[in-house]
Nanobody, 124 residues
Framework: QVQLVESGGGLVQAGGSLTLSCAASGRTLGSSIMGWFRQAPGKEREFVAAIRWSNAYTNYADSVLGRFTITRDNAKNTVYLLMDSLKPEDTAVYYC?????????????????WGQGTQVTVSS
């Protein structure tokens, strides 16, 4: 298992930007997959983006493609979600997640470990 701690959430106006961070600890990430999900009030949790640690291959939900960027810093064992052109509908609790490296990278990847979440609120 991996321990994940998110940070960087907050309140931002529509059209603004925000960067979320997720620090991972507890194991070497190797070819693991790190992902970001979000859950808005009254809605199911949904996939946002994912990255394979070893080669930085990425996958994005259509709703954020072109606006959000997932990156990782090997030295800091940290994955980031850079969010631009934010919309009110991006308001949600954002969760970081970890999946073992043997799984394929897609928007349907199963994730085993989860962070506690960080709130992102976009005002109109």
């Amino acid at each position: 298992q991996v321990q994940l701690v998110e940070s960087g959430g907050g309140l931002v106006q529509a059209g603004g930007s925000l960067t979320l961070s997720c620090a991972a600890s507890g194991r070497t990430l190797g070819s693991s997959i790190m992902g970001w999900f979000r859950q808005a009030p009254g809605k199911e949790r949904e996939f946002v983006a994912a990255i394979r640690w070893s080669n930085a291959y990425t996958n994005y939900a259509d709703s954020v493609l072109g606006r959000f960027t997932i990156t990782r810093d090997n030295a800091k064992n940290t994955v980031y979600l850079l969010m631009d052109s934010l919309k009110p509908e991006d308001t949600a609790v954002y969760y970081c997640a970890w999946s073992p490296g043997y799984r394929p990278l897609s928007d349907r990847t199963d994730f085993d470990s989860w962070g506690q979440g960080t709130q992102v609120t976009v005002s109109s």
